[in-house]
């Protein structure tokens, strides 16, 4: 079991980059064969999945989402990070970092960090 | 993409009593399928996965059964604590997808 905590703006302009951090402790981001996720819950709505990387380096996008995600990881920091362009008032969210294992199943979270899409 | 629909929206349950939850897919996951609770302000967290196996720390309350594309999820005697929303989920195929999650609320 993992610790992950989400970090980052929790207000961003229309049109700008959201861009969050997920800091990892309790075991290494480069060890292992996990998912390093994201995930995302409007206020009242469901979840939906944003995207992760592999700890090969591959990275899988929401199709819905994926011409303006990025995921990427810093093995020196042991943290993950996400971003997301021109962002709109849709993009107001919680969102959610992760550890996916075993193809999928997502075993530890953050917290989750409010970002407000306003101007 | 493959859709999560789950039934009933809400369920409303005494303490004590059996709460059942069903999760469809809209075409096979195999068992490549999770439960996830959620308590409000809190990230969700795993309660079975595999369809059927609970995830560590989980009460033996708390069973899953299924594969394809019909899921249950049973909590055997509520207690206080269960009352929550609760979301399922496919990895079977990209992209991951959630169904729009059961509320369990006290009767």
């Known amino acids: 079991q993992v610790q992950l905590q989400e970090s980052g703006p929790g207000l961003v302009k229309p049109s700008q980059t959201l861009s969050l951090t997920c800091s990892v402790s309790?075991?290494?981001?480069?060890?292992?064969?996990?998912?390093w996720s994201w995930i995302r819950q409007p206020a009242g709505q469901g979840l939906d999945y944003i995207g992760h990387m592999y700890s090969s380096g591959s990275t899988d996008y929401n199709p819905s989402l994926k011409t303006r995600v990025t995921i990427s990881v810093d093995t020196s920091k042991n943290h993950f990070s996400l971003k997301l362009s021109s962002v709109t008032a849709a993009d107001t969210a919680v969102y959610f970092c992760a550890r996916a294992s075993y193809g999928g199943i997502l075993d530890d979270w953050g917290q989750g960090t409010l970002v407000t899409v306003s101007s | 993409e493959i859709v999560m629909t789950q039934s009933p929206a809400t369920l409303s349950v005494s303490p004590g009593e059996r709460a059942t939850l069903s999760c469809r897919a809209s075409q096979s996951v195999t068992t490549n399928f999770a439960w996830y609770q959620q308590k409000p302000g809190q990230a969700p967290r795993l309660i079975i996965y595999?369809?059927?196996t609970r995830a560590t720390g989980i009460a033996a309350r708390f069973s899953g059964s299924g594969s394809g594309t019909e899921f249950t999820l049973t909590i055997s005697s509520l207690q206080s604590e269960d009352f929550a929303v609760y979301y399922c989920?496919?990895?079977?195929?990209?992209?991951?997808?959630f169904g729009q999650g059961t509320t369990v609320e006290i009767k």
């Open positions: 989920q496919q990895y079977n195929n990209w992209p991951w997808t």
């Open positions: 595999g369809a059927s």
């Open positions: 309790g075991g290494s981001i480069s060890s292992g064969y996990f998912h």
